[in-house]
């Protein structure tokens, strides 16, 4: 497969405006449900500190407020990508000092200097199924793994099929009515276009299922890890073979 499909520019950057990412806010940083996997990710976060080295940069992907900064050490330089400035006001009234930076970027345009490299590199949520192909996944994925430090650690976090139509059976999703639903048209194998309705609209996902994943991340060098499965999001892994070490360590 070949990087960034670039003349792509559908995007979902009109949902997450200010009266959203109030709502984005109150509807899932807040809601008791999600407060599982938010501890969950902040706990495996803690762990994950604890094995960088000083000095380490950490590059979150689709970062919207960058929630989860705030578990890095002060020594800990974050930077987050995001393409909504509704989401980076946000996430920037909350992170001032000179340890944060913060780009208005479309992650699948990302233009990294050839020299910068990353200690941690993470994608939370749903987020990399806003990507609107294959060629979008690999190309980011393979994009940013450029950038991997060596003993660095990359951390998504995807809903995957089967698990994903789960989510309509939650409490979250019966008492909000959100909803997922697949998307029949458009199939490539292995891979699920699926669109889901909240106060923001209708979000246009697309993901792959874990095995497709897997070896998409192999044909980069990386080898994948599943963590756990909080609420319907898994938690992925995944390192250079020779920092498998660093996943044992994350593994309680
Ligand atoms: C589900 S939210 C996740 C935000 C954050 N990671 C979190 O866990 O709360 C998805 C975010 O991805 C951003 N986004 C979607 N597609 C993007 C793209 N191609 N480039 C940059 N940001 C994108 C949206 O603006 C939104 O802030």
């Known amino acids: 497969m070949k990087a960034h499909d670039k003349n792509n520019k559908e995007s979902s ?54 929630q989860y900064f705030e ?31 913060f780009f208005c970027c479309d992650v699948r345009n990302l233009a990294l200097s050839e020299n910068s490299r990353f200690n941690l590199i993470t994608s939370f949520w749903a987020a990399l199924s806003y990507l609107r192909s294959p060629m979008e996944w690999y190309g980011v994925l393979q994009a940013v793994s450029q950038h991997m430090a060596s003993n660095a650690l990359l951390y998504l976090e995807n809903p995957f099929p089967p698990a994903l139509m789960d ?7 019966k008492s909000l009515t959100y909803r997922v639903l697949k998307v029949d048209k458009d199939e490539i194998e292995g891979w699920t276009r699926w669109i889901y309705t909240d106060s923001g609209g ?51």
């Open 13 to 66: 950057v009109c949902i997450y405006d200010n009266g959203y990412v109030e709502k984005y806010l109150e509807d899932y940083y807040l809601h008791p449900f999600w407060s599982i996997k938010i501890k969950e990710n902040r706990n495996l976060l803690s762990r994950v500190m604890k094995n960088l080295p000083t000095s380490a940069i950490w590059l979150d992907l689709f970062c919207g407020a960058a």
């Open 71 to 101: 578990v890095a050490g002060n020594d800990i330089f974050c930077i987050g990508i995001d393409y909504s400035l509704a989401q980076l006001k946000r996430a920037k009234s909350i992170y001032s000092s000179c340890s944060y930076d």
């Open 167 to 173: 989510f309509n059976e939650t409490t979250f999703s």
């Open 202 to 252: 209708l979000h246009k996902m697309l993901t792959p299922d874990f095995v497709i994943l897997k070896s998409l991340l192999e044909d980069i060098g990386l080898i994948t890890y599943r963590i756990s499965t909080v609420q319907t999001i898994e938690q992925i892994v995944a390192v250079r073979p020779e920092d498998e070490y660093l996943v044992k360590q994350l593994i309680r």
